[in-house]
């Protein structure tokens, strides 16, 4: 079995930046695409950002230059900074992580962009 433990949501004003964590532990052999998925209510969870073991990434659009994403293979750890953020990236965030062709999730975290 894989656990997710997630991190670093909370509220935040527009333009303001936050960084999100995710530790994968438990039957880890080595972890292979890990992403970010968010979800607002009424609405199909998302793609945010997702990283290959190698370092490749692919962003959404509506991210792509204000977010990164990173991951630290020593610490099965995948991180989301998110930098000028905007009432619209309101959502819980999710992450995803592949272990042998298994997906797993984590039980979200909340962002909230507000004034």
């Known amino acids: 079995q894989v656990q997710l433990g997630e991190s670093g949501g909370g509220l935040v004003q527009p333009g303001g930046s936050l960084r999100l964590s995710c530790a994968a532990s438990?039957?880890?052999?080595?972890?292979?695409?890990m992403a970010w998925y968010r979800q607002t209510p009424g609405k199909q969870r998302e793609l945010v950002a997702r990283?290959?073991?190698?370092?490749?990434?692919n962003y959404a659009d509506s991210v792509r230059g204000r977010f990164t994403i990173s991951r630290d293979n020593a610490k099965n750890t995948v991180y989301l900074q998110m930098n000028m953020l905007k009432p619209e990236d309101t959502a819980v965030y999710y992450c995803?992580?592949?272990?042998?062709?298994?997906?797993?999730w984590g039980q979200g975290t909340q962002v909230t962009v507000s004034s």
């Open positions: 438990g039957s880890i052999i080595s972890p292979g695409a």
């Open positions: 995803n992580v592949v272990v042998v062709l298994t997906e797993y």
């Open positions: 990283i290959t073991r190698l370092g490749n990434t």
